[in-house]
T-cell receptor, first 113, second 116 residues
Framework: SQTIHQWPATLVQPVGSPLSLECTVE??????LYWYRQAAGRGLQLLFY??????ISSEVPQNLSASRPQDRQFILSSKKLLLSDSGFYLC????????????FGSGTRLTVV | AQSVAQPEDQVNVAEGNPLTVKCTYS??????LFWYVQYPNRGLQFLLK??????LVKGSYGFEAEFNKSQTSFHLKKPSALVSDSALYFC??????????????FGRGTQLTVWP
């Protein structure tokens, strides 16, 4: 069966420090991968999505970047964190060409202090 | 453009009473509709989906949803609410069967609170 792993679960980082959040998927190949941010426990903002290795699409300009160095690995990064980067970050995957929805990771709570 | 609206930020219901969480959508093409639930500090969990066929879809934890094409709605329902149903609920729509991306468009979420 397919599983998605996201870590760390919580992270407290000072302003100006770098960030690296990792997401990996098991049990499938060539998935679509997504990074979302959820602020204040409400709406989901799509940050990045990827349909293949090295293929990254950004939805909104921001202080973050994403990379997909391997088929089932998706990394969210920042060189210098801002206070406004605080939030709950969710990774998700979906299969191509099917009727399935997304499967989400358990999320990372990032607090920038 | 595709969009999903959840007109209620908050729904409050007493335990044992029926509950409804509303969702309407706007798409160009046949919609594929989903409901997800999120508990505090957790990822979203799949509840149910409508792809085709019977307009009444049954899902996890006793939830069901009715697809209404004329009203472009996909309301989530449960005959008897439980306190443990208290959570944040998201409606989502996908367009394009077999598309490479298969992107979901999410509503803003509805916080359901069930009172004992």
């Amino acid at each position: 069966s397919q599983t998605i792993h996201q870590w760390p679960a919580t992270l407290v980082q000072p302003v100006g420090s770098p960030l690296s959040l990792e997401c990996t998927v098991e049990g499938t190949s060539n998935p679509n991968l997504y990074w979302y941010r959820q602020a204040a426990g409400r709406g989901l903002q799509l940050l990045f999505y990827s349909v293949g290795i090295g293929q990254i699409s950004s939805e909104v300009p921001q202080n973050l970047s994403a990379s997909r160095p391997q088929d089932r690995q998706f990394i969210l990064s920042s060189k210098k964190l801002l206070l406004s980067d605080s939030g709950f970050y969710l990774c998700a995957w979906s299969s191509k060409g099917t009727d399935y929805g997304y499967t989400f990771g358990s999320g990372t709570r990032l607090t920038v202090v | 453009a595709q969009s999903v609206a959840q007109p209620e930020d908050q729904v409050n219901v007493a335990e044992g009473n029926p509950l409804t969480v509303k969702c309407t959508y706007s798409v160009s093409g046949n919609p594929y509709l989903f409901w997800y639930v999120q508990y505090p500090n957790r990822g979203l969990q799949f509840l149910l989906k409508y792809i085709t066929g019977d307009n009444l879809v049954k899902g996890s934890y006793g939830f069901e949803a009715e697809f209404n094409k004329s009203q472009t709605s996909f309301h989530l329902k449960k005959p008897s609410a439980l306190v443990s149903d208290s959570a944040l609920y998201f409606c989502a729509v996908r367009v394009g069967r077999g598309s490479t991306l298969g992107r979901l468009y999410f509503g803003r979420g509805t916080q359901l609170t069930v009172w004992p």
